[in-house]
């Protein structure tokens, strides 16, 4: 089963598999950046805003948001949530917006949905040419060469009269620009068990690798993977979040 096919059937369920991140305190660590960095002003879009509870934060912190995704159930569940926002289906790989933006994002590692380095490359130019001047770009993103193939992270989570088990983990092979990322989803009710399983594949590359593609558009600062405390990168850890500044 593909990647959109799965998020697709279990659109409804998204938001249960992604019930223990804290959207608030990421968009509020993402916004101060903004204001460190950045310009002044306020519209902003998110790249795979999935169903959107990014996009609502930022709504609250005042800006005029966009979002854009490659899955329309993901999209319509966006745009309950965010009435306010305007959603377009589009591929962070190469998409075109009619006006520039101040802050553009790509939460939850899915930058490694650009399906190779040429498809990164041309995100990161089509990132560059939505920014306006002294406009930035923020993404958090994990080192090829820091994963760890039997780290996985799990939890479960009720909804109705079901339990949802959800575990994930990252898997690269040593060599090469591919990694993917290993989906579990367990659904119980009544004593039945379904069972989804799937492989997303992601482009792979080093923090260097990265750094190298993007200096040549922009002003780049690398920090710890902490939304809580902004921390300089200190080339220890696999996870990290990229600031980039349109200069």
Known sequence: MSANALYTD???????????????????????????????????????????????HFIDLGYHSCGL?????????ATVRCPEAEFSLQNMS????????DLITCFLYSI?????????????ASVYQALKTDGIFCFNVVDKTKIDNNLFVK??????????????GWHY??????????????????????????????????????????KSYFEVHIFEHDYERLIPYANDSGNAIFTCIKV
């Open 112 to 124: 490694h949905y650009n399906d190779g380095i040429e498809k990164l490359k041309k995100c990161i």
């Open 69 to 77: 995704d490659i899955n329309q159930p993901m999209l319509d569940i």
């Open 173 to 214: 092979r040593g060599n090469g620009n591919k990694q993917s990322l290993k989906l579990s989803i367990e659904k119980t009710n009544t004593g039945q068990t379904q069972v989804w399983n799937d492989e997303h594949q992601m482009v792979a590359f080093s923090f260097d690798e990265l750094e190298d593609l993007l």
């Open 10 to 56: 279990l659109s409804a369920y998204y938001d249960l598999m992604c019930v223990d991140i804290d959207y608030q305190t990421q968009s509020n660590c993402i916004h101060r950046l903004h204001q460190l960095f950045g310009n002044d002003g306020s519209t902003y879009l998110d790249l795979g805003c999935g169903t959107g509870p990014h996009v609502r």
């Open 155 to 168: 939890h479960t989570a009720k909804q109705d009269d079901s339990v949802f088990t959800f575990s994930s």
């Open 94 to 101: 190469e998409f075109n917006m009619s006006e520039p933006f």
